[in-house]
């Protein structure tokens, strides 16, 4: 049986990375491609011809319904999930005019995407009509339910995109664990130094004063660089003219946000 060969088109590398992973693990699937913009997704998509594309919306240089309309054009069409933080009917109607087989708002789950994956590429789904597109929506209604570590991941990469944190710098993959960690052991805030640092030393082969000191580094450099408007609106403080929050303070307040989201208790 012949493997479902995907593509990845998303500006948030770190996402990418952990998607790319996850497919790997996968004895169905298997990763052809990741591009990091639209002019690379559509050349991708011409040069691999994935049988399935994994595409974001808002990427730069060309957004995904540009890449949307350019796949449109090629003689051999891949089915696309769309993922979006958005759900403006007006996009979702450009969408299924433009053929997009599925969407998903970002947080998603990654077990439910790969399960979408196999059923349309094994035809067990119908396709949407032209009046009708296939959704599917973060849902925490069935009671408190606690994320995977997979979820966590993807949701704090989103974050950190949003914030504008650079994800080539070292102290972006320490940064991400402990507010993971921290989400599900609420116990380790009372002394990050010693509960905390630690562990994250260990999993990266450093020392605790070496993650403490990227950690900083990198949300000196979101809070001063990132998109202050929504950081602003995260922590409610103006960050041009407050100083950004101790290491502590800015991964209690991620963390806080996600467990509350997540229902985690």
């Given at each position: 049986?012949?493997?479902?060969?995907?593509?990845?088109?998303d500006?948030?590398?770190?996402?990418?990375?952990?998607?790319?992973?996850?497919?790997?693990?996968?004895?169905?699937?298997?990763?052809?491609?990741?591009?990091?913009?639209?002019?690379?997704?559509?050349?991708?998509?011409?040069?691999?011809?994935?049988?399935?594309?994994?595409l974001?919306?808002?990427?730069?240089?060309?957004?995904?319904?540009?890449?949307m309309?350019?796949?449109?054009?090629?003689e051999?069409?891949?089915?696309?999930?769309?993922?979006?933080?958005f759900?403006?009917?007006?996009?979702?109607?450009?969408?299924?005019?433009?053929?997009?087989?599925?969407?998903?708002?970002?947080?998603?789950?990654?077990?439910?995407l790969?399960?979408?994956?196999?059923?349309?590429?094994?035809g067990?789904?119908?396709?949407?009509?032209?009046?009708?597109i296939?959704e599917?929506?973060?849902?925490?209604?069935?009671g408190?339910?606690?994320?995977?570590?997979?979820?966590?991941?993807?949701e704090?990469?989103?974050?950190?995109?949003?914030?504008?944190?650079?994800?080539h710098?070292?102290?972006?993959?320490?940064?991400?664990?402990?507010?993971?960690i921290?989400?599900?052991?609420?116990?380790?805030?009372?002394?990050?130094?010693?509960?905390?640092?630690?562990?994250?030393?260990?999993?990266y082969?450093s020392?605790?004063s070496?993650?403490?000191?990227?950690?900083?580094h990198?949300?000196?450099?979101?809070?001063?660089?990132?998109?202050?408007?929504?950081?602003?609106?995260?922590?409610?403080?103006?960050?041009?003219?407050?100083?950004?929050?101790?290491?502590?303070?800015?991964?209690?307040?991620?963390?806080?946000?996600?467990?509350?989201?997540?229902?985690?208790?």
């Open positions: 049986m012949s493997k479902i060969r995907i593509a990845i088109a500006n948030n590398r770190e996402l990418c990375s952990t998607l790319s992973e996850l497919i790997e693990i996968q004895e169905d699937m298997e990763l052809v491609g990741v591009a990091y913009d639209g002019i690379e997704a559509t050349q991708l998509v011409e040069q691999v011809k994935p049988d399935v594309l994994i974001d919306i808002t990427m730069p240089y060309l957004d995904g319904i540009g890449v309309e350019r796949i449109g054009e090629m051999r069409k891949p089915m696309v999930i769309v993922l979006t933080a759900e403006q009917d007006s996009m979702i109607q450009r969408l299924i005019a433009l053929g997009a087989t599925y969407y998903m708002v970002k947080p998603f789950d990654a077990k439910t790969f399960a979408r994956i196999r059923q349309f590429a094994n067990n789904a119908a396709h949407p009509s032209s009046s009708r296939q599917e929506r973060p849902s925490y209604s069935n408190p339910r606690e994320k995977s570590v997979t979820e966590l991941e993807l704090v990469s989103r974050l950190f995109h949003e914030m504008g944190i650079p994800a710098f070292r102290g972006y993959s320490y940064l991400r664990d402990a507010i993971i921290s989400t599900k052991e609420v116990e380790v805030l009372g002394n990050i130094t010693k509960n905390l640092y630690p562990r994250i030393a260990e999993k082969n020392t605790p070496g993650v403490e000191s990227a950690i900083r990198t949300i000196e450099i979101g809070w001063e660089r990132g998109n202050s408007e929504f950081i602003e609106e995260f922590f409610g403080v103006d960050s041009q003219k407050g100083r950004f929050p101790t290491t502590a303070a800015f991964i209690a307040k991620v963390a806080d946000k996600l467990r509350l989201e997540s229902k985690i208790s």
